[in-house]
């Protein structure tokens, strides 16, 4: 057995991997040198946690439509990313990561380098995705006080990246600062595949969505959702809310077998609740339907998610403790417009965010207008930012 498994990597040429840097739930990370440089080869792991992933249900029928938000219901996917009994598999959710960062490009300061298939320690082949190696100190390795400072300055950044492509699950460990700390990096976006299910019995079609995200960072809304209405219209967290549960009841987005054709017989894209779909060829899998964000601005989800990290840089507390474990999205069931599982009226949202100041008082005017107004979706252009980073570094000076 080689001792440094050799991995080909296309245009970029071989690499050896030298050793695994991180095991995760469901993914392995191993770092890779070779003749161009390092690399980071993420795969499925040989044993992944027993919690299902994240998924989301859509069954239409000829008078009603059920929806579904939950863990689930399958089996865990098995050793090195086996098929899910439901939803996608581990190895389509490379494949949907590898295309993220391919429309990010390099406003992530990250790219995809192939999604190809090479061995491990164990002699055993595995599909893995290889991207370039990013040298760099994770954000949440700094201390409390170090953020608070850093992250404003990091705003501008984070609104252009994210407004290229859906993160998904933007946290600390997934932001890599550069070595004079005025460069930064997004790695590990969250993923989503949507796949089409047919005919249920008497239903005329279902789809299944299968995503990965970060229920702490993602309390409210879930990174799939699309917005009726842009940032630059200045909708309020709690009327994001609305728009996405309202969505949840109308039954003119789905199945995606109604989808339109155009004069070629290429699929028109549609929507998946209220995100766009687009149909790519994959690789490893064949077709997947992939979710693609309205571009321009981030997606409020991400946007909420940049709120929540400034907002425990403040306090060290979260905004909305009650969904911290348990994010509001999951669990919601509706059929036709009755909710049958799950709370569409948000207690949280009705009484507001505590101010930073309310909990720590060296928090000044200037960073409580800026974290209150990320959490409440209150920063239509990214000029709009600007000012509000201006007078939160204000009383930092």
């Avoid at 061995?119 to 409390?144: F, H, N």
Wanted: some cysteine; hydrophobic content about 40%.
């Amino acid at each position: 057995m080689e001792a440094n498994p050799t991995w080909y990597l296309g245009s970029a040429g071989a690499a050896r991997v030298m050793e695994r840097v991180h095991a995760g739930d469901r993914f392995d990370v191993y770092r890779l040198e070779g003749p161009r440089g390092r690399f980071a080869l993420k795969v499925p792991s040989p044993s992944p946690a027993p919690q299902p992933l994240m998924g989301a249900e859509r069954i239409v029928g000829g008078v009603s439509t059920y929806w579904c938000i939950l863990c689930s219901g399958g089996k865990p996917a098995g050793a090195r990313g086996e098929g899910l009994e439901a939803g996608a598999s581990l190895v389509q959710l490379l494949e949907d990561e590898a295309f993220r960062l391919h429309v990010a490009g390099q406003s992530w300061n990250h790219s995809a380098v192939a999604l190809v298939s090479g061995p491990l320690d164990d002699g055993e082949e595995v599909i893995g995705l290889v991207t370039d190696w990013r040298a760099g100190l994770r954000l949440d390795y700094l201390p409390q006080p170090e953020v608070r400072t850093l992250l404003p300055k990091m705003l501008p950044f984070l609104w252009d990246a994210l407004s290229v492509a859906v993160h998904g699950d933007l946290q600390g460990s997934n932001i890599i600062l550069g070595a004079n700390r005025s460069r930064y990096s997004l790695i590990d976006p969250g993923a989503m595949v949507l796949a089409e299910r047919g005919q249920r019995e008497a239903s005329e079609g279902a789809s299944s969505l299968t995503f990965v995200t970060n229920a702490a960072r993602y309390p409210i809304l879930p990174p799939y959702y699309f917005p009726e209405r842009p940032l630059a219209s200045s909708p309020t967290l709690q009327e994001h809310w609305a728009s996405f549960v309202r969505g949840l009841t109308l039954d003119e987005h789905a199945p995606l077998g109604r989808l339109r054709l155009d004069a070629t017989g290429q699929r028109i894209p549609g929507f998946f609740g209220h995100f766009l779909t687009q149909e790519r060829e994959a690789p490893k899998s064949g077709t997947l339907q992939l979710l693609v964000h309205r571009p321009g601005e981030p997606h409020p989800a991400d946007l909420l998610a940049v709120g929540i990290l400034y907002y425990l840089a403040l306090t060290g507390d979260h905004p909305f403790p009650e969904h911290r474990a348990s994010p509001a999205w999951m669990g919601l069931s509706f059929q036709d417009n009755q909710v049958t599982a799950g709370v569409p009226e948000l207690p949280c949202l009705a009484r507001k965010v505590v101010p930073p100041s309310a909990i720590n008082p060296t928090v000044r005017p200037g960073e409580d207008v800026l974290a209150l107004a990320l959490l409440n979706l209150q920063v239509p252009t990214g000029e709009r930012l600007s000012e509000l980073v201006h007078g939160a570094a204000m009383v930092r000076s």
